[in-house]
T-cell receptor, first 113, second 111 residues
Framework: DVKVTQSSRYLVKRTGEKVFLECVQDMDHENMFWYRQDPGLGLRLIYF???????EKGDIPEGYSVSREKKERFSLILESASTNQTSMYLC????????????FGPGTRLTVT | GIQVEQSPPDLILQEGANSTLRCNFSDSVNNLQWFHQNPWGQLINLFY???GTKQNGRLSATTVATERYSLLYISSSQTTDSGVYFCAVEHTNFGNEKLTFGTGTRLTIIP
């Protein structure tokens, strides 16, 4: 069964903390994506990666960085969390050339206080 | 970038009713998908439909690529259909396998 997992369902952090969100897929997918979801705004792409050690900025990369050291794992890093980064974060993955078959993780609801 | 608009933003229906959700997009696409996000946040792909019509049980979708819109039909609604429905597209020339999502339609089915 296809699976994308995320390290936490709920996370509460303080302003200024460094935050790591982890995403793991077991489908040998080349492409991995990080989105954030906010009410009324839909899903917006933060960063994506086509391969190990490769990354590209999405539509809203400011305040975030990513790491992809292994094919199955894609990490989203908030270097210094701020209250406007309170959101639902969703990870997804696909095979290269198969954007029509994007699998999502369950999401991490991050609250920054 | 490409713009994706969904309507209506909210829809409340009685169980058993039918509904039509609309997605308009501003440029040519080589990928259009409909997703359902359940109340627990999980996104599930419903249809891959860059053009034409597909049906899956009570759900069907139609995309008219030349007129840049897609419709999702839900017949005989059930409470389990509640959630948010997203349309997502990949821009033909600038997509690079990235999806751009609309803002969603929140559907609530009342027993």
């Amino acid at each position: 069964d296809v699976k994308v997992t995320q390290s936490s369902r709920y996370l509460v952090k303080r302003t200024g903390e460094k935050v790591f969100l982890e995403c793991v897929q077991d489908m040998d997918h080349e492409n991995m994506f990080w989105y954030r979801q906010d009410p009324g705004l839909g899903l917006r792409l933060i960063y994506f990666s086509y391969d190990v050690k490769m990354k590209e900025k999405g539509d809203i990369p400011e305040g975030y960085s990513v790491s992809r050291e292994k094919k199955e794992r894609f990490s989203l890093i908030l270097e210094s969390a701020s209250t406007n980064q309170t959101s639902m974060y969703l990870c997804a993955s696909t095979h290269r050339g198969a954007s029509y078959e994007q699998y999502f993780g369950p999401g991490t609801r991050l609250t920054v206080t | 970038g490409i713009q994706v608009e969904q309507s209506p933003p909210d829809l409340i229906l009685q169980e058993g009713a039918n509904s039509t959700l609309r997605c308009n997009f501003s440029d040519s696409v080589n990928n259009l998908q409909w997703f359902h996000q359940n109340p627990w946040g999980q996104l599930i792909n419903l249809f891959y439909i860059p053009s034409g019509t597909k049906q899956n049980g009570r759900l069907s979708a139609t995309t008219v690529a030349t007129e840049r819109y897609s419709l999702l039909y839900i017949s005989s609604s059930q409470t389990t259909d509640s959630g948010v429905y997203f349309c997502a597209v990949e821009h033909t020339n600038f997509g690079n396998e990235k999806l751009t999502f609309g803002t969603g339609t929140r559907l609530t089915i009342i027993p």
